[in-house]
C-alpha cells in the first residue's frame, strides 16, 4: 500500500523523543460535537454509528477539525465500543444518555460466549483509515486507537457507562477468574484490533484506559496493566511503509502509577490534568540519550471554557510543568506532545480552540527561543 509523503511529522518525531522545533499537539475527542459542522454531519448520517460505519462520513468528519486549526496529529473517527459491539453485544447510542449494549457479559455463561471476533465486522474501521490517510494528503499523522482490555470490561459488564462501577468491580471481587478470563479475550481482540489499524495505514497508536483509575491500588496492576501490556506485547512495530508505529497509553487518573507504566513497552504515557508533569518527567521522562517515555498531556479542558488570555496562561503553565525539552538533535531525551487531560467537552466554543493552538506553537517556540 502506498501513501502520500508525510509532511509534518513533529508529532511522531515527539512520540520517538527527537527534537522538535516546538511543541505539537493534537486534541482528545477534536472531532465532535462542540463542533457545528460535525452535528450537521451526524444530522445527515442519523446516528452516531451511522456516521461511524460509514467511511466517507468517518472521514470527512475527522478532517473537520484539522479545516479549521493547525493541528499536528488526526485520529481516527470511531469509538471504543465498536470492539464489544463486533463481539456481539450489540451497540446503541440512547439520545442524551450516552451508549448502550443490548447484551452485557456477566457471568459465567455470557462470558464462557465471548470470543476474539472475526475483523470483517470491523472491515468499515479499516477502511476509514485508509480512506482518512489518503484524505489526509500527507499533511499529517494519523492516529488509530482502541479501549484498554479493563475499560472496554467496564462497559461490557455495566452494559454501558457508569458513575460507580458497582457491577464491574462486583464480579472482579467476587469472580476475578471470570475478570481474567474477559480481560485476556479483551486484550487479544484489541492487539488483532490495533494491528489490523496499522495495516491499514495508521501511523501511530493510541490506547485509552479511560476507566483505569477507578480501581484500587492492588488491582490497577492485576486487572489493567496486565493487560494493556499483553496488548502492547502483541504489537506490529512498522506499518505497511516500514514506518515505526508509536504506542500511547494513557489511563484517565494513572498518575499515581506512572513507575510501573514506565515499563510498559510504548513510547508515550498519556495524563490527565491532576498530574504533575514535572514529577512525570522525572519518574519516567529520561534523561537526553537515556530509554524514556515521551508524555502527552495535560490540560484540563474546561480551561477552554475561559478568556482567551487565561487560555493562553494555562497553556503557559503546561509548559512550564514540563520544563524545556531538550534540544539536542543528535540524541533522543524528554519530550512533550500537549493534548488535553481528557476529551474536549462538547460545549466548548470552537474560536476558544484557535486561541489554545495559536498559543501552544507560539509559547513553545519563543520557550526553544524560536
Ligand atoms: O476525535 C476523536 O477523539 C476521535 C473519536 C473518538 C470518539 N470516541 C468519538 C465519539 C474517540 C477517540 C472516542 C473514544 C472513547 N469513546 C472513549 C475513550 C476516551 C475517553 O473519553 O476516555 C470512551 C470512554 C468512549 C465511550 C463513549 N463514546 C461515550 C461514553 C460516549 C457518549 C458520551 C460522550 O462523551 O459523548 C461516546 C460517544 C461518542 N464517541 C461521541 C463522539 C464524537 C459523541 C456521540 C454523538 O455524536 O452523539
Known amino acids: 500500500m502506498s501513501f502520500p509523503i508525510l509532511q509534518n511529522d513533529t508529532f ?29 454531519t451526524r444530522a445527515q448520517a442519523g446516528s452516531f454509528m ?3 460505519t460509514n467511511v466517507d462520513f468517518a472521514t470527512e468528519v475527522t478532517l473537520q477539525p484539522l479545516a479549521r486549526y493547525p493541528l499536528d496529529a488526526a485520529i481516527l473517527f470511531s469509538d471504543i465500543l465498536t470492539v464489544p459491539d463486533a463481539m456481539g453485544l450489540g451497540l ?29 465486522k470491523l472491515r468499515y474501521v479499516f477502511d476509514a483509515v485508509t480512506s482518512i490517510r489518503h484524505a489526509l494528503q500527507g499533511r499529517v499523522p494519523l492516529i488509530g486507537f482502541s479501549g484498554s482490555p479493563w475499560t472496554l ?21 467476587a469472580r476475578p477468574d471470570l475478570m481474567h478470563q474477559m480481560l485476556a479475550i479483551n486484550a487479544d481482540t484489541v492487539a488483532v484490533y490495533l494491528n489490523a489499524q496499522i495495516d491499514a495505514g495508521a501511523q501511530a497508536v493510541m490506547v485509552f484506559d479511560s476507566w483505569g483509575g477507578v480501581l484500587a491500588d492492588s488491582h490497577f496492576r492485576a486487572f489493567s496493566l496486565q493487560y494493556t501490556a499483553r496488548v502492547l506485547a502483541q504489537l506490529k512495530r512498522t506499518g505497511p511503509d516500514g514506518q515505526d508505529v508509536p504506542r500511547i497509553v494513557f489511563t484517565k487518573g ?15 504515557l498519556g495524563l490527565d490534568w491532576t498530574a504533575n508533569l514535572q514529577a512525570a518527567r522525572s519518574l519516567v521522562g529520561g534523561a537526553p540519550g537515556t530509554p524514556g517515555k515521551a508524555l502527552q498531556g495535560n490540560l484540563d479542558p474546561n480551561v477552554l471554557f475561559a478568556s482567551e488570555a487565561v487560555i493562553e496562561q494555562e497553556v503557559q ?37 484557535a486561541g489554545f493552538v495559536d498559543a501552544v506553537h507560539r509559547l513553545s517556540r519563543q520557550m526553544r527561543g524560536k
Not at 470490561?153 to 471481587?173: H, I, N, P, Q, T
Not at 494513572?254 to 508515550?268: H, N, P
Not at 538533535?329 to 460545549?347: R, Y
Open 254 to 268: 494513572g498518575a499515581l502509577w506512572l513507575q510501573d507504566m514506565g515499563q510498559l513497552d510504548c513510547e508515550v
Open 12 to 40: 511522531l518525531r515527539a512520540c520517538r523523543r527527537q527534537a522538535t522545533e516546538y511543541t505539537p499537539m493534537w486534541m482528545m475527542r477534536q472531532a465532535g460535537r462542540y463542533l457545528p459542522e460535525y452535528k450537521a
Open 50 to 52: 451511522g456516521l461511524a
Open 92 to 120: 446503541h447510542f440512547v439520545e442524551g444518555e450516552g451508549p448502550r449494549f443490548e447484551r452485557t457479559a456477566d457471568d459465567e455463561a455470557s462470558i464462557g460466549q465471548l470470543h476474539v471476533p472475526d475483523m470483517d
Open 153 to 173: 470490561a467496564c462497559y461490557m459488564v455495566e452494559g454501558g457507562g457508569s458513575s460507580d462501577y458497582r457491577k464491574v468491580k462486583s464480579l472482579m471481587y
Open 317 to 353: 503553565r503546561v509548559l512550564d510543568d514540563f520544563g524545556q525539552p531538550h534540544t539536542d538533535a543528535s540524541c533522543v531525551g524528554p519530550t512533550h506532545i500537549f493534548n488535553l487531560g481528557h476529551g474536549i467537552s462538547q460545549f466548548t466554543p470552537p474560536e476558544h480552540v
